[in-house]
């Protein structure tokens, strides 16, 4: 029996979409399916509750191969190696030296150090990288954006005299001409110029990437998947056209371009994201007809280069979704979001410390988040199998949605003259606020959860000396704070709920919150959960109970407990018989509200009843006006 083969599915006769569409819709009792099962995201396609193998009929995806034009399945034919990279924010060259060198023996192949420019010199390129291998680890580097010239020709002679093998060297110099206007609002320098002196200053290096589109910033400023991916399209295509308009070869940009994305917590969508991403950019880069420099067998039918149109990813754990409260669930958002990268096939990734929102990075931090990554390669082997993804009916799917989407809003910056033309006029900053805006009442409202902030808080957790970082609207502080443009705005998903809990906090006026329970026993303690937790979220003390025989006992007891708040928690069909009572027995001792929206709502209001929390109730700005009268 254990040498043969059961085919197990033969046993079962085969069930067509239609079979399914039956006991689905006769399961929802008359319910509409399509309000019901369709989910619509984001980013305006629908997603079915279900697909099968008749849904990738027609889809093109699905005859790509691995390294092969136009790369949806990546750009790597053997393997899903990516590199790990740790940020090195220098303040001192030798101690970064030092951290580098340490880190490096901790998993690290992939170094990142952001530089100051007033500081730049031969021995300080010296002092930084003194030891370490430029053969063996990427070497990236950011700096002012006025300097990044000045640090290619430093890092160049740099390696000259070290007698490297130029050509082997790997690694990136972040000069990107349009984060600081979206970022900062600031304008400044000569683009073409900038570029085309960058480019030859780093010729012998041809494997740096030295323009960048920083579309992680759009990320972190709670842009929509969709926005990501059109908008850095359109980012990179403006590098393409400007350049090769000043007389630079197709060839010549495209291999120049890096691209840095955000991964958000949509786990399945930020997989068919960078999928997407591969492809589109391959097929624009493609329509450049680059030429090829050198002679390969990677060519297409009219003898242009498709080494130019593999994208190089570099992918970042978005900082929109960390929160200060319950901090450690970030390593959960950022395991999760690592491990959509790694499937879809990023060439390096960094993972955020869990406690960059409040904190300086210390060594525990920055070891967790090196570790997670090191977790999918080591233990999980995330780098051996190419885009496992393939094939599967639901990603390939998303993958064409979210390259529709995308690339219909790449077609309307295209139309409306270009990138630049849309960051000069603010209309991309406009887009991303207002996602921003939206994703903000969405959290407010619950339907965007947030674990540890706006549902299921640590009910006893106290921020203490813990603060949000605030954004500085200047670089280093030299520049006025005047914009050119329009900016981004990067209030974090939690930032309002981290405010008005740390308003609490800081009034010394914690309130106490006594759960009355009465009643049906499912109902009352269903809530009492639910109030629980609707009123942590404002950093109140919580009283649950067990249930009491009549209101008055409830009031009393909540009295002899000093309690700011009674919550009645019942039926709603007994709200009509208990609410009154309580509310009357309670006569203004403290603030009363009725766990529910049952149909006597109107006569519970009439009666002097106003607080009613609820699934339909926006909870961030219910407990603004709780906190108004509360916190007195």
């Known amino acids: 029996m254990a040498d043969s083969k059961e085919k197990l599915f033969s046993d079962f006769s085969p069930v067509s979409t239609e079979q399914w569409m039956e006991k689905v819709t006769a399961d929802l009792k008359g319910a509409d399916f399509e309000k019901k099962l369709v989910w619509k995201t984001n980013e305006g396609f629908k997603v079915k509750p279900f697909y099968r193998m008749e849904d990738l009929e027609g889809l093109k995806t699905t005859d790509a191969l691995p390294g092969e034009f136009p790369y949806l399945r990546g750009t790597k034919k053997d393997n899903n190696e990516w590199l790990v990279r740790q940020e090195i924010k220098v303040e001192c060259p030798k101690e970064a030296n030092a951290k580098a060198l340490d880190i490096l023996n901790k998993g690290i192949d992939s170094l990142s150090f952001h530089v100051k420019a007033k500081e730049l010199n031969a021995e300080y390129i010296e002092t930084l990288l003194k ?213 879809a096939g990023v060439d390096s990734m960094t993972v955020v410390p869990f406690d960059k929102t409040y904190a300086t990075p210390d060594d525990f931090s920055e070891r967790m988040a090196r570790n997670q990554q090191l977790l999918l390669k080591e233990e999980s082997h995330f780098d051996k199998v190419i885009d496992p993804a393939a094939g599967s009916y639901y990603i390939e799917n998303l993958t064409v949605a979210i390259a529709k989407q995308a690339w219909e809003l790449f077609l309307s910056i295209e139309e409306e003259g270009g990138f630049y033309a849309a960051v000069k006029a ?77 308003e609490t906090e800081a009034s010394g006026k914690r309130p106490k919150a006594f759960m009355l329970t009465i009643g049906n026993l499912a109902m009352r303690q269903a809530r009492a959960q639910y109030s629980c937790n609707f009123l942590a979220c404002a950093g109140y003390e919580v009283v649950d109970n067990l249930g009491f025989p009549t209101v008055e006992e409830g009031v009393e007891a909540a009295m002899a407990a000093k309690a700011d708040i009674v919550v009645l928690c019942s039926s709603d069909d007994e709200y009509a018989e208990y609410a009154v009572p309580a509310f009357k027995a309670l006569n203004g001792r403290a603030m009363f509200i009725v766990a529910g929206a049952p149909a006597c709502m109107d006569e519970l209001k009439a009666a002097g009843i106003e607080n009613f929390i609820h699934v339909r109730v926006n909870v961030l700005e219910t407990l603004k006006e709780f906190n108004a009268k509360l916190l007195k």
Not at 469 to 476: D, K, M, S, V
């Open 426 to 502: 603010g209309k991309v900053q406009v887009a991303v606020n207002e996602s921003n805006k939206t994703r903000h009442k969405a959290v407010a409202q619950r339907r965007e959860v947030l674990l540890g902030t706006n549902q299921f808080p640590n009910f006893n957790e106290k921020a203490g000396e813990k603060k949000p970082f605030e954004a500085t609207c200047c670089c280093g502080g030299h520049d006025t704070c005047e914009k050119d443009v329009p900016s981004l705005n990067f209030d974090r998903a939690a930032s309002e709920f981290e405010a008005l809990r740390l």
């Open 131 to 343: 030891d370490i291998c430029a053969e063996c680890v990427e070497l990236n580097f950011t700096t002012c954006q006025g300097h990044v010239v000045e640090l290619a020709e430093l890092l160049v002679a740099y390696f000259q005299k070290k007698d490297y093998d130029l050509t082997k060297l790997q690694g990136s110099i972040n000069y990107d001409y349009f984060n600081k206007m979206l970022a900062k609002g600031k304008e400044k320098g000569d683009m073409v110029a900038t570029a085309k002196a960058l480019i030859e200053a780093t010729v012998v290096l041809p494997k740096y990437r030295v323009l960048n589109v920083n579309a992680l910033t759009l990320n972190n400023a709670g842009a929509y998947i969709y926005q990501e991916l059109g908008y850095a399209l359109a980012w990179g295509n403006e590098y393409m056209n400007q350049l090769t308009d000043a007389g630079l070869t197709a060839s010549t940009v495209a291999k120049r371009i890096k691209f840095n994305f955000g991964i958000s917590s949509n786990y399945f969508l930020e997989i068919a994201k960078f999928r997407a991403a591969r492809m589109l950019w391959a097929n624009i880069v493609a329509a450049y007809s680059p030429e090829c420099l050198r002679d390969c067998e990677n060519k297409g039918d009219n003898k242009e280069c498709r080494c130019a149109a593999k994208m190089k990813i570099h992918a970042e754990t978005s900082t929109f979704n960390l929160t200060l409260f319950d901090a450690h669930v970030n390593l959960l958002r950022t395991q999760t979001e690592a491990m959509s990268a790694a499937l």
